[in-house]
């Protein structure tokens, strides 16, 4: 019973990764270009919900529509405004402004907000779910499921909206996608702008897990890249189940043997699928 | 021809001689009339920031407060980043713009970084807070350390522990220790292992967890924790860390006889008090104390308290305090900003009039001070209060603690 409560974190943990990482996949798998500044887009995100509750009073849950907003336009205006100019270059120039947006985003917050781990104070901050012999915590639990509503509402817009359905013919086929007159600049816009929305829904969910400050970006940034390679870049469902992985990973692996050992053993994992099977559990040889 | 000595060329002579033996003095005065040049090294910025600028609010309250009492010097501030790499290259910046004297730097792995530019620059250095034993084992000559090492807190705070259960009458059989895993927990684990036997402490460590102190989530280590079913949480902790576990346990429901650290930061800061509110209290840290009985710890706190209100003079602000304190003492004695000079007058340290519990200031050969016995330091409504040895408490201590949903 133990073990299932373990796995239980692990799982609500690795929703609110899974969305985190989604993001990622998402671009990747329109744009084709890796996104090296998501981990300071999710604190961008963070921070945002944090000067919300501060200075509204309003739950991060609650401020997520309006966080999630302000980061699709940031994504949209970055990408039509600058990355777009970079698609069609080489890679190592994409790796070196993002490497640069990453780094102007850190050091601006770092100046706006400076060093410290803020919180955001939860009435509920230290309530549990008693179900039997299982102990849920219920801000994991709130995280979990606006990770998994957040999942639901972007296959929604991709599968029911013309939008999303022009988004995937581009991914599926640019040239056709040209051919047939879509705009794919507007369309490329706006998929960078849900993929900072997904991760800047993931900050407000992520703030009620852990403390802001500007040093944690990159730590997120290494962790959504394991689970795109692991689930698979481009795939969806697999930055779900890649998340869902390294949740459950790191539960059971910091229970079992060392809580010293958990990114070790992530990364273990990530080493094992490359060898078997490189392109990710759920991507495309 | 035998040269002999006119009344003028004696006259002369006797004045150059009589210069010669005076000057030193008014040399001496104008070099202690000069002030010293006080390099300050503390974590300001970095994981260990909180506590890092907590110290730096003692660096403060000692620029106003030390030159009353007729201590010349001049601070330079110098922020390591909490990383040993920029503790080292910020030293030596600050020898290069002139530092005579260095101070800092709280985290044991920086100040190894510091204390080796020290000896390596012949530049004297004063450790404000940094246990690791290993640091003044050296044979160094330039680093003086007025802070326990984790053997010594280890001792003194694992002591406290028979006392606090014979004051309460409760006896507990088994501990979990958990631990963050940087320099200071490493050797602070070392210590309580190799103690353990030796001060015959009732209890059994019966599990050891280690944390990294960077973690923002502690939720499988508590969880292992409490899957222990010990008596008593031990705990080695920092500050972000032990907010993050304290939460944990009040969210897992893990309910031990108590939380105690046989010396660590953590538990008595502000930012934990201030976050947790009524979870941070009847939480126990054995760990060197200010003396409340002492004019000058009196003197400090209030000054401490007007100049921050809101914040808790605790023992990081004493002994940062106590650190500057030290390097000025050693200027006035010496009269002279040299290192050589300075390093003769730390030698020579006995500060009767200082602000935390225990004996005069002074070092042994090896550049320690072993005057520095632990308080047993209980949170009690909203401040951490002495409750042992009973001759220093404030209050009676309260052991077992009561649960987290019977908190007020």
């Not at chain 2, 100040?111 to 620059?121: G, K, P, S, Y």
């Amino acid at each position: 019973m133990l073990y299932l409560n373990i796995i239980i974190a692990g799982l609500l943990t690795g929703a609110v990764y899974g969305l985190m990482a989604l993001g990622l996949s998402v671009i990747f798998g329109v744009i084709r270009i890796v996104n090296f500044a998501h981990g300071e887009m999710m604190v961008v995100g963070m921070y945002a919900a944090y000067l919300i509750a501060v200075n509204t009073g309003l739950d991060p849950v609650a401020a997520l529509p309006l966080v999630t907003a302000g980061l699709f336009l940031l994504g949209y205006a970055l990408q039509r405004g600058l990355i777009n100019r970079y698609i069609a270059r080489p890679e190592h120039e994409q790796f070196l402004l993002l490497l640069a947006i990453a780094t102007i985003i850190t050091a601006s917050l770092l100046m706006g907000f400076g060093p410290d781990a803020r919180s955001v104070p939860l009435d509920y901050a230290y309530d549990s779910f008693q179900l039997g012999p299982l102990l849920l915590d219920k801000v994991r639990v709130l995280a979990a499921v606006g990770a998994v509503l957040g999942v639901v509402a972007l296959w929604g817009f991709f599968r029911l909206t013309r939008t999303g359905k022009a988004i995937r013919a581009c991914a599926d086929n640019q040239v056709g996608a040209q051919v047939v007159g879509l705009d794919i600049k507007r369309l490329y816009a706006v998929t960078f702008g849900l993929g900072a929305a997904c991760v800047g829904a993931a900050g407000c969910l992520m703030l009620l897990l852990i403390d802001v400050q500007p040093y944690i970006a990159t730590d997120y940034t290494l962790l959504a890249f394991i689970i795109v390679i692991l689930g698979g870049l481009g795939s969806m469902p697999g930055a779900l189940l890649g998340g869902a992985l390294v949740g459950v990973t790191e539960a059971l692996s910091g229970f079992a043997v060392d809580p010293s050992l958990k990114s070790a053993f992530s990364f273990a994992l990530l080493i094992l699928v490359l060898l078997v099977r490189p392109q990710g559990l759920l991507g495309r040889a | 021809m035998k040269h002999r000595l006119n009344r003028r060329q004696f006259g002369l002579g006797v004045a150059a001689t009589g210069a010669i033996v005076v000057a030193p003095g008014p040399i001496r005065a104008v070099q202690a009339a000069t002030p010293i040049k006080i390099g300050s090294l503390l974590p300001r910025s970095g994981y260990e920031a909180l506590i890092g600028q907590g110290c730096q609010r003692s660096v403060e309250v000692a620029k106003k407060l030390l030159p009353d009492m007729g201590y010349a010097f001049e601070i330079i501030d110098a922020d390591t980043e909490s990383k040993p790499e920029v503790a080292r290259t910020q030293a030596e910046k600050l020898i290069r713009e002139g530092a005579n004297i260095l101070v800092g730097a709280f985290d044991s792995g920086q100040t190894f970084a510091i204390a080796q530019v020290a000896e390596q620059n012949g530049v004297p250095f004063v450790i404000n807070i940094g246990s690791d034993p290993a640091i003044t084992e050296q044979g160094y000559k330039f680093v003086f350390r007025n802070f326990p090492t984790s053997i010594m807190l280890g001792t003194n705070g694992l002591s406290r522990f028979n006392d606090l259960f014979k004051a309460t009458g409760a006896t507990p059989k088994t501990a979990v220790l958990m631990h963050v895993n940087d320099t200071f927990g490493q050797s602070m684990l070392k210590g309580i292992n190799a103690l353990m036997p030796k001060l015959n402490l009732p209890f059994e460590i019966v599990e050891t967890i280690a944390y990294d102190p960077q973690a923002k989530d502690l939720s499988i280590e508590v969880a292992k924790a409490k899957a222990a079913k010990a008596d008593i949480h031990m705990v080695v902790t920092r500050l972000n860390d032990a907010i993050l576990m304290t939460r944990e346990m009040v969210k897992q429901r893990y309910e031990p006889m108590g939380v105690i650290s046989p010396g660590s930061p953590g538990m008595y800061q502000t930012q934990f008090l201030k976050v947790l509110g009524k979870y941070a209290e009847y939480a126990i840290t054995n760990v060197p104390w200010l003396d409340p009985r002492q004019q000058f710890a009196q003197t400090f706190e209030a000054a401490f308290k007007k100049a921050y209100p809101d914040e808790i003079c605790d023992i990081d602000a004493g002994f940062t305090f106590e650190g500057i304190l030290i390097c000025a003492d050693a200027h006035k004695r010496a009269g002279s900003t040299k290192a050589e000079a300075l390093v003769e007058a730390l030698k020579a340290t006995n500060i009767k009039d200082r602000v935390m519990l225990g004996g005069a200031i002074a070092f042994n050969e090896k550049g320690q001070n072993v005057n520095l016995p632990s308080a047993g330091v209980q949170n009690r409504n909203g401040k951490p209060t002495v409750v042992l040895p009973a001759e220093n408490a404030e209050l009676k201590p309260v052991f077992p603690v009561p649960g987290w949903s019977r908190r007020g």
